[in-house]
């Protein structure tokens, strides 16, 4: 006799895609630098799995970009150039429109009274603190702004989507070179975007992070050193 009248079928992640998973967010998060190299048996070993897994995890780290085989050397992990990075941000600014304009009219009250708090919190350590300490200050209570203001779109593919670039940028600490140069502005355009969630007005709320975003990419341009490569890219 069964106790339910359906029980879901439950699998165990291959041990290739925990291999995958855990190599794909060390290359993200830059435990594992651009030009290093490691071999196939030097994963194996790590993770303490047979050279199957090892492969086969590798095999589509290559597949997605983060790694390239090289003969009798290795692996090696792949940087993005300044140019592809600069479309992962024409990427970024399409994905963060479209989720601001839907969170306008889909963000519950409770995630706007949170929202409320965060700019309160920006505002006093604006006020309060100064140089690296504002700075550390400021970075995760901008991050959580982010995530509300970008989950309260209510869908998983956009979220997801949105996350997904966004890994790439933390891998190259944009935010560590953009925020120093807009402190007051960023604060700014997040208080503008929270007014425009309140108006439910999901075309002003996605001016100001056209807006925001515009003004971001170009001084990271500037600031990263790559004015000169980037000086014709058209970020649409």
Same mark, same amino acid.
């Given at each position: 006799?069964?106790?339910? *009248?359906?029980?879901?079928?439950?699998?165990?992640?291959?041990? &290739?895609?925990?291999?995958?998973?855990?190599? &794909?967010?060390?290359?993200?998060?830059?435990?594992?630098?651009?030009?290093?190299?490691?071999?196939?048996?030097?994963?194996?070993?790590? #993770?303490?799995?047979?050279?199957? *897994?090892?492969?086969?995890?590798?095999?589509?780290?290559?597949?997605?970009?983060?790694?390239? !085989?090289?003969?009798?050397?290795?692996? &090696?992990?792949?940087?993005?150039?300044?140019?592809?990075?600069?479309?992962?941000?024409?990427?970024?600014?399409?994905?963060?429109?479209?989720a601001v304009k839907y969170a306008a009219?889909?963000?519950?009250? *409770?995630?706007?009274?949170?929202?409320?708090?965060?700019?309160?919190?920006?505002?006093?350590?604006?006020?309060?603190?100064?140089?690296?300490?504002?700075?550390?200050?400021?970075?995760?209570?901008?991050?959580?702004?982010?995530?509300?203001? #970008?989950?309260?779109?209510?869908?998983?593919?956009?979220?997801?989507?949105?996350?997904?670039? !966004?890994?790439?940028?933390?891998?190259? &600490?944009?935010?560590?070179?953009?925020?120093?140069?807009?402190?007051?502005?960023?604060?700014?355009?997040?208080?503008e975007l929270y007014r425009a969630f309140?108006?439910?007005?999901?075309?002003?709320?996605?001016?100001?992070?056209?807006?925001?975003?515009?003004?971001? #990419?170009?001084?990271?341009?500037?600031?990263?050193?790559?004015?000169?490569?980037?000086?014709?890219?058209? #970020?649409?």
């Amino acid at each position: 006799m069964s106790l339910l *009248p359906s029980v879901p079928e439950i699998h165990i992640q291959p041990m &290739r895609e925990v291999v995958y998973e855990h190599l &794909r967010k060390a290359i993200v998060l830059g435990e594992l630098k651009p030009d290093s190299f490691f071999t196939d048996a030097d994963i194996a070993e790590e #993770f303490g799995v047979s050279r199957t *897994p090892a492969r086969e995890a590798l095999q589509k780290l290559e597949s997605n970009g983060y790694i390239e !085989r090289v003969p009798k050397k290795g692996n &090696r992990v792949l940087g993005i150039s300044p140019y592809e990075l600069a479309h992962s941000y024409a990427i970024r600014k399409a994905l963060e429109t479209l989720a601001v304009k839907y969170a306008a009219i889909r963000i519950t009250q *409770p995630e706007l009274d949170e929202l409320k708090k965060i700019l309160d919190d920006l505002a006093e350590a604006q006020r309060t603190l100064s140089g690296e300490v504002m700075l550390e200050t400021l970075f995760p209570s901008i991050k959580r702004f982010n995530e509300i203001a #970008f989950e309260a779109c209510k869908s998983t593919r956009i979220i997801e989507a949105v996350w997904a670039q !966004r890994e790439i940028f933390d891998r190259y &600490r944009v935010m560590r070179i953009v925020l120093p140069n807009r402190v007051e502005k960023s604060i700014y355009r997040r208080t503008e975007l929270y007014r425009a969630f309140v108006a439910r007005d999901p075309e002003r709320a996605a001016q100001i992070w056209i807006e925001h975003l515009d003004e971001s #990419f170009a001084i990271w341009r500037e600031k990263s050193g790559y004015a000169e490569a980037l000086k014709d890219f058209q #970020f649409f």
